[in-house]
């Protein structure tokens, strides 16, 4: 399994982060599915990404020995939490899925993803994953997605540092990670 590196100081603000938590929790609010909440909520993030003003240089700070997540915000009631993940080159996740939607966006530099379907054991079959697609993300890419069907790895393939922020519909500061499960399984194409 990954580590990953876990950012638990107090948590500084910016103005542009106030303003995307509020956007943020005014799309939550309307009590939608868990694919549309992850759209709108994608609406909401691609204006921020990129921008100088959003995060403060504590909470852009890698860590050399894995990538590090730094809990931005966690809503009161849980139903939301901002998250930025900062990358080093070749640093990256194992295969998981998420314990609930999330919406993705990258805000400096290009992280690479694996997407995966997974193929339940059956008579003559063992479980497997089968790779369904390969995405490069650059700067200012958004994608959102609910279980079932969100098996992935990313990674910073690039030569720069890499930062996106995710939006979880699950309270980051009281679970750790919205890792469901990890999977450990042959892949086919």
């Given amino acids: 399994m990954t580590t990953i590196s876990t950012a638990r100081t107090a948590v500084r603000t ?16 309307q009590g939608l599915s868990p694919d549309l909440t992850a759209h709108l909520v994608g609406e ?10 959003l995060l403060t240089p504590e909470q852009r700070e890698p ?10 915000h966690a ?14 080159p ?3 996740t194992c295969v998981h899925d998420h314990v609930s939607w999330c919406t993705t966006g990258v805000h400096t530099g290009e992280e690479r993803e694996r997407r995966y379907r997974l193929v339940p054991a059956g008579p003559g079959v063992e479980a497997h994953l089968v790779v ?24 910073n393939a690039g030569e720069d540092v890499a930062t996106s922020l995710h939006v979880y519909g699950a309270d980051i ?9 990890v999977y450990d399984l042959p892949a086919d194409r």
């Fill in 14 to 29: 910016t103005p542009r982060l106030d303003a995307l938590v509020a956007s943020v929790r005014e799309a939550v609010d």
């Fill in 44 to 53: 909401r993030l691609a204006p921020h990404l990129g921008a100088a003003d």
């Fill in 63 to 72: 860590d050399p020995a894995c990538y590090r997540q730094h809990l931005l």
């Fill in 75 to 88: 809503e009161g009631d849980g139903s939301f939490s901002v998250v930025a993940l900062v990358w080093l």
């Fill in 90 to 92: 070749g640093q990256g």
């Fill in 132 to 155: 369904t697609e390969d995405v490069v993300n650059p700067e200012g890419a958004v994608c959102g997605f609910a279980p079932p069907g969100d098996i992935h790895k990313v990674w």
């Fill in 173 to 181: 500061s009281r679970i750790g990670s919205s890792v469901r499960r």
